[in-house]
T-cell receptor, first 116, second 115 residues
């Protein structure tokens, strides 16, 4: 079964600083990988996704992520954080889970605080 | 285009009482999901529908939870009776299909508090 680990429960950065959120996955084959963002009281919004090809993927709001197969990682980055980026970020892996079932498994999330 | 609509947004009930959540997916999305998100955790799948058929309900606690998706559109998730441990945010999502796990649109969720 697939699993996702987000090692950092809470990260605080200053506005304008760079950001990297870590994500490690466990799955026997190449998974589909996603990053979602959740603002307070809101549903999850897809930031970016990786299926195949170029291992550096660009997403919305200036975010990017890099897939590293050797490290089973899919870290999220942003060169300059804005106060509006404060939210909870979830990494997810999509993979087959029994027969034709396809399942999206989420990590526990990383809460991002942005200081002015 | 309207997103995934869930109601109510908040619900507070006493333990052992029943509760129901409603979800209206995006028009044309034939796959519908119910997730439960406990405090400080990521969402966990409870049940997935393809049209009106529940095709993955392996994580649904069937002794107290039930769900239905009439006519393959709206869906209702019910808990009877509720327990203290059911306090969580219940998220509904929909997608065109379940092929790769992308294209999910999530609703804002229903925050359930059982006292």
């Amino acid at each position: 079964a697939q699993s996702v680990t987000q090692p950092d429960i809470h990260i605080t950065v200053s506005e304008g600083a760079s950001l990297e959120l870590r994500c490690n996955y466990s799955y026997g084959a190449t998974p589909y990988l996603f990053w979602y963002v959740q603002s307070p009281g809101q549903g999850l919004q897809l930031l970016l996704k990786y299926f195949s090809g170029d291992t550096l993927v660009q997403g919305i709001k200036g975010f990017e992520a890099e897939f590293k197969r050797s490290q089973s990682s899919f870290n999220l980055r942003k060169p300059s954080v804005h106060w509006s980026d404060a939210a909870e970020y979830f990494c997810a892996v999509g993979a087959r889970s029994g027969g034709s079932n396809y399942k999206l498994t989420f990590g526990k999330g990383t809460l991002l605080t942005v200081n002015p | 285009e309207a997103g995934v609509v869930q109601s109510p947004r908040y619900k507070i009930i006493e333990k052992k009482q029943p509760v129901a959540f409603w979800c209206n997916p995006i028009s044309g999305h034939n796959t519908l999901y119910w997730y439960r998100q406990n405090l400080g955790q990521g969402p966990e799948l409870l049940i997935r529908y393809e049209n009106e058929e529940a095709v993955d309900d392996s994580q649904l606690p069937k002794d107290r939870f039930s769900a239905e998706r009439l006519k393959g559109v709206d869906s209702t998730l019910k808990i009877q009776p509720a327990e203290l441990g059911d306090s969580a945010v219940y998220l509904c999502a929909s997608s065109l299909d379940n092929a790769r796990g992308d294209g999910y649109t999530f609703g804002s969720g229903t925050r359930l508090t059982v006292v």
